[in-house]
Structure formats: structure tokens, C-alpha cells
């Protein structure tokens, strides 16, 4: 309660921790709470962060291995002198994820904490990419069926791409890798089940297309797909260089470009010498103001043995 009512005006996470120096000592039993602070702009993944005394943030994904961010710490609330408190500054990078976490998923009576840590990074390095299945599988690897001596919280916010970009042979067999690519993507961003299936849908119609008529399905030529969302809109472009062939008469053909425009509501095809480009928007239900933005999925769990 205290830091939901001092956060907003706290000049950052140090400054924060100050304050809540001062509550914890009008409070009975209150001093020595250990906490983890983390203020993120959603626009660029940069965040500042404090601990006072709590287990260090992980942070998941990206380049490297997952890592433990030590750095801005100082005392549980309570017990840090004048002047005494720190902080640090992150960047959520694409498909990164930071995951906050009691001690309880850490800390045994038989083992070191040092030793939870360590576990608490292998078991990272080998989970699944969502927010939600990674808190699953931390809670797997970590508990199993043993009874806890303490509550068990972890908290996991992870960063989609603000844009997709896919390039596959023109072959048939690669449209499943193309569908699965967007799908994830668009999980990421946290579009709703009518929206995925949507744009899915046309993509598919697009990027088959591409294949059948720009390349005679020959399996050498390149179609890409980018998806972007900017504000409320969701912007797929599914572009070739080849040869547009046109289509052998039939009841089944021809009826693509018209799905397309049901589903997506803005369709531009342009072909030339150089290729065929289409281009297609649809409006977003779940996509939050903003001119060019990255998906953020929050993912919490909580073991109450």
C-alpha cells in the first residue's frame, strides 16, 4: 500500500526505497522487508531499478545467457543509513524478459542462496519464450512437488518486437514456418484471438499466392513478410521479386484477394517488373495508443504450499 501511494511521486527507485524507510519505522515488525522496485518506459524497454536486500532481478533473453542484475542495491528497508541508497538502469530488449521473484523460489534451510541463484539462471536458459510458460517452468524446476517453507511469487514481463520481418523460399512447405514465425510474433504483442487469426489468415493468403504465381512454386525465389503495428494499426506487407503468372481458370481461383479484404479491411496490390507488393492494415482492438510500439505480455504466478 505504501509503495503504490509513494511510486508516482518518487523521483525513481532510490528515491522510493528513501521514503519507505520512513513508513517501515512507524510500522510494527515492518523493518528488515526486503523488496524489489522496477520503474519500465514501455515506449523504449528502459527501466530503472532498485533492491533493498531482495534477490536480484533476472534478466532473460537476448544475446547471451540469462544474468542476475546486481547492481543498485543497498539494506532492507529499515536498516540503510542516510544517503545510502541505490540504483541502476536496464534496457528490455526484444524478446527479452525480466523476471522478479521471492526468495522463496531461491532459498533452501539445506543449501546455499547462492546455489538457488544458480539454478534459478539454468532453468531460465532452457525455457520456454512466453511470460506465462517461463513463470510454469521456473515454478517446475525449481519447487517440483517438494512443500515450501515460505509463499512463492514470480513475477515475468517480457518485450515483443515492435515489427516482424520473414523471408522464406518460395516453396509450400515454408509457409508453416512463416505462419508460426507471425504467430509468435503477434502473441508477443498481445493482439486478441480474433485479430491473430485475421491477419494469419491473409498473410497466408498473400505469402501463397507469392509462391504459386511470382515463382511457380520452384522453390529458389524469396517472399518476405513484415508486420508492423503503429498505434492501433497493424500494417502486413507480403512482398516477391518474381514473375506474377496468372492464375489457370477454375470455381476455387480467384478469390484470395477478396478474403484478404474482408479480413483486413485495407488492401493495396501493385505488381511490376521488379515484383508484386501487397500491402494490407487492419485495425487493432487490443493495441494501446502510441505511434510504434513493442508488445509487452505480463505473466504472474504464485504457489501458495
Do not use: K
Not at 518506459?41 to 547471451?64: I, K, N, S, T
Not at 526468495?103 to 534451510?109: A, C, M, N, T, Y
Not at 491477419?199 to 512454386?217: D, I, T
Request: aromatic fraction near 4%; charged fraction near 25%.
Amino acid at each position: 500500500g505504501a509503495v503504490r501511494a509513494l511510486a508516482a511521486a518518487a523521483n525513481g527507485p532510490a528515491a522510493l526505497l528513501t521514503q519507505l524507510d520512513a513508513v517501515v519505522d512507524t510500522l510494527a515488525g515492518a523493518d528488515m522487508t526486503t523488496l524489489a522496485y522496477v520503474a519500465l518506459d514501455p515506449r523504449d524497454g528502459g527501466f530503472r531499478y532498485a533492491c533493498a536486500g531482495h534477490p536480484p532481478p533476472l534478466l532473460v533473453g537476448g544475446e547471451g545467457p540469462p544474468r542476475l542484475l546486481w547492481d543498485g542495491r543497498s539494506a532492507p528497508l529499515g536498516a540503510a543509513g542516510p544517503g545510502a541508497r541505490a540504483e541502476a538502469t536496464g534496457r528490455l530488449g526484444d524478446g527479452e524478459t525480466l523476471v522478479l521473484y521471492t526468495d522463496g523460489l531461491v532459498e533452501r534451510r539445506t543449501g546455499s542462496i547462492d546455489l538457488g541463484l544458480a539454478r534459478l539462471a539454468d532453468a531460465a536458459a532452457g525455457a520456454p519464450r512466453s511470460a506465462s510458460a517461463l513463470v510454469d517452468h521456473l515454478g517446475a524446476a525449481l519447487l517440483g512437488d517438494e512443500r515450501q517453507e515460505d509463499d512463492v511469487c514470480v513475477l515475468a514481463l517480457r518485450r515483443g518486437a515492435a515489427a516482424l520481418v520473414h523471408a522464406f523460399p518460395a516453396a509450400p512447405r515454408a509457409l508453416a514456418g512463416m505462419r508460426s514465425r507471425l504467430r509468435e510474433w503477434m502473441a508477443d504483442a498481445g493482439l486478441a484471438p480474433d485479430d491473430r487469426d485475421a491477419v494469419l489468415l491473409a498473410a497466408g493468403e498473400a505469402a501463397a499466392n507469392a509462391v504459386e504465381h511470382a515463382y511457380g512454386m520452384d522453390g529458389r525465389g524469396e517472399v518476405r513478410v513484415e508486420a508492423r503495428l503503429r498505434g492501433h494499426d497493424l500494417h502486413l506487407v507480403v512482398s516477391d521479386a518474381g514473375r506474377w503468372r496468372t492464375p489457370r481458370e477454375g470455381a476455387d481461383r480467384g478469390r484470395g484477394f477478396g478474403l484478404m479484404r474482408a479480413l483486413m479491411g485495407d488492401v493495396d496490390v501493385r505488381r511490376g517488373p521488379e515484383g508484386t507488393t501487397v500491402r494490407m492494415r487492419r485495425r487493432i482492438g487490443a493495441a494501446e495508443g502510441g505511434t510504434e510500439r513493442a508488445g509487452f505480455e505480463p505473466a504472474n504466478g504464485v504457489d501458495p504450499r
